[in-house]
Structures are given as structure tokens and as C-alpha cells.
């Protein structure tokens, strides 16, 4: 695979953890293109080399359908040789020598090992049929590689309309993207590979393997992954895997960074006490 590009979803929401991610990929020594899927309407400045990608007819389906907004990720499969990686990543390799030697529809994420919110009942007797070890063909949405033309855009909405409507359309926002774009990969004309196994059996890009002590020793003694990705993991510490990220973070962006992580954690000490007072309610 040639890469020609790297794509991201994002907002002013996610900013800070975009910047690392933009600022890591730049370390690597990898001066792709940028492109920036933006969630929504709320967009931000963007450093050298990188833009906002909108494609309109999709965009404007999505929304005129209320479907998930992260769903906007199926842009991706009207383009050939990307990357897509959520903002929640930072490299640790080019990712263009990484998959330079492979094909195809590449993935890197460990959920063939808990392939749980890959799928929907309707999608997993689709998935399930095409072969016994249908794990190997699920995975996380955010971060995923292609060489090739998965669907034209008219041709994308037109499935997600006629094929696994709960998943792809009437329930979408309740499932979000994931099962979503597992779905339309597995139907497309494409073979797909996981580099976390054989041949490549590549150590665990989820962030969540890397949160002890143990764990990260492990990792700095072995060859990396060409990437973490956090993938629902809290950035609330600056031990082990985390420091990875906050260390392409200014001064002014770590004290930030803390301080929305303040206001998170005080949003759920006072949801945890209502919660509280709501069941001694109901106990009396």
C-alpha cells in the first residue's frame, strides 16, 4: 500500500488531543496530507498541511437523517490508500513504512479478542457466514487502512438505506459507527487483515494493555506498535502509556487538559451523589 494521505475526525472538542496526534505524525517523518473529517460545526484552526475534508451529499445525509455524526467516517471508503486514525492516537512510526509492504483493508486493534460493539444481531449472521474464525474480520472504527475503492458515495447511502437498515439507518445513532462500518467493509470487494496477527503479529495498539507498571515495561522493552490509540481509555494520569501523549502537549495545552479533566471529575462525583441520594429513595 501507498499511502497518499491521513484522515482524522474532529472539533474544537477534541482539539487538544488532535494536536498530538498531527504533532506525532509529524515526528514520525511522515509529511502527508491531513485530512480533518469535522464532526461537526465546530471547527478550529489547523496546522500546515492539514484540512477539513467534507463531502457534502454524505454530510448533509447524515444529518438531514440524524444519523450518528461520527458516522461521517464513511467518507473513507470512496478514497484509496489512507489511513484513518481517530484523534485519540499518537504515532510512534511512519505509518507509511508500515503498511507499505501490505494490501487491502488493514486494521490493528485487538478486538478479535473481544469483538463486542463490532456487530448487531442483524450484522453478525452476516459477519458469522462468511467464515469460523469471523473475529479476525472485526474491528475498532478508529483506526483502519485501505488501498482501494470501497463504495462510490451515492452507491454507500444507498446501502446503508436498503442493507441492515437497524445498523446502517433506523438505529444508527443508537449503535454509533463501529458496527456500522464493520458492516460495509465486510460486504465489500476487499480482504481484510489485522496486523496484531500472523504474519505481522504486531504488539497491541490499544492503550488500554499499557496502564500498570508491568504492562508498560513490557512495551518499552519490546518493538512497538506503529501507533496507540486510546480508544475509551481516560487520559487522567501522566504514568505509563499516558505520557506518550502529553508529551507533544504545550505547557498551556497540558494545563488545559487537566483542568477539563477537573470539571469531568467533579460532573461525576455530582452525578454520583444523586445517583446515591435517588436509590436511598427508593430503599426507604
Not at 451529499?57 to 473513507?76: H, M, S, V, Y
Not at 513504512?97 to 494490501?103: I, Q, R, V, W
Not at 483506526?143 to 452507491?155: P, R
Not at 515495561?217 to 504514568?239: C, M, Q
Amino acid at each position: 500500500m501507498i499511502l497518499e494521505r491521513i484522515v482524522t475526525l474532529a472539533n474544537e472538542h477534541s482539539k487538544v488531543r488532535f494536536l498530538a496526534m498531527e504533532r506525532s505524525l509529524r515526528a514520525t517523518g511522515c509529511t502527508l496530507p491531513l485530512y480533518v473529517i469535522p464532526y461537526d460545526d465546530n471547527k478550529f484552526e489547523l496546522p500546515e498541511n492539514a484540512t477539513w475534508w467534507e463531502m457534502p451529499e454524505i454530510t448533509g445525509w447524515i444529518d438531514k437523517n440524524k444519523l450518528w455524526p461520527a458516522f461521517r467516517k464513511i467518507q473513507c471508503l470512496t478514497l484509496p490508500n489512507y489511513q484513518f486514525v481517530d484523534s485519540d492516537v499518537i504515532f510512534f512510526k511512519n505509518p507509511e513504512d508500515t503498511l507499505e509492504p501490505l494490501s487491502g483493508f488493514i486494521t490493528s486493534c485487538t478486538h478479535w479478542m473481544a469483538p463486542e460493539h463490532t456487530f448487531t444481531d442483524e450484522t453478525l449472521r452476516y459477519i458469522k457466514a462468511k467464515t469460523t474464525t469471523w473475529t479476525r474480520l472485526v474491528f475498532n472504527s478508529g483506526q483502519f487502512a485501505c488501498d482501494k475503492v470501497l463504495y462510490q458515495a451515492d452507491e454507500l447511502m444507498r446501502f446503508c438505506e436498503t442493507n441492515f437498515t437497524e445498523t446502517l439507518f433506523h438505529k444508527n445513532y443508537l449503535y454509533k459507527d463501529q458496527p456500522g462500518i464493520n458492516i460495509l467493509v465486510n460486504c465489500a470487494d476487499v480482504e481484510i487483515s489485522n496486523v496484531t496477527m500472523p504474519p505481522v503479529s504486531m504488539a497491541s495498539t490499544w492503550a488500554g494493555d499499557y496502564t500498570d507498571e508491568a504492562s508498560f515495561e513490557r512495551f518499552e522493552k519490546h518493538d512497538k506498535p506503529y501507533f496507540i490509540h486510546w480508544a475509551g481509555v481516560p487520559l487522567t494520569s501522566r504514568n505509563y502509556i499516558h505520557q506518550y501523549f502529553f508529551k507533544f502537549l504545550t505547557a498551556e495545552e497540558n494545563a488545559a487538559f487537566k483542568l477539563e479533566g477537573v470539571k469531568k471529575l467533579k460532573f461525576k462525583d455530582r452525578m454520583r451523589i444523586k445517583i446515591k441520594a435517588i436509590l436511598n429513595i427508593l430503599n426507604n
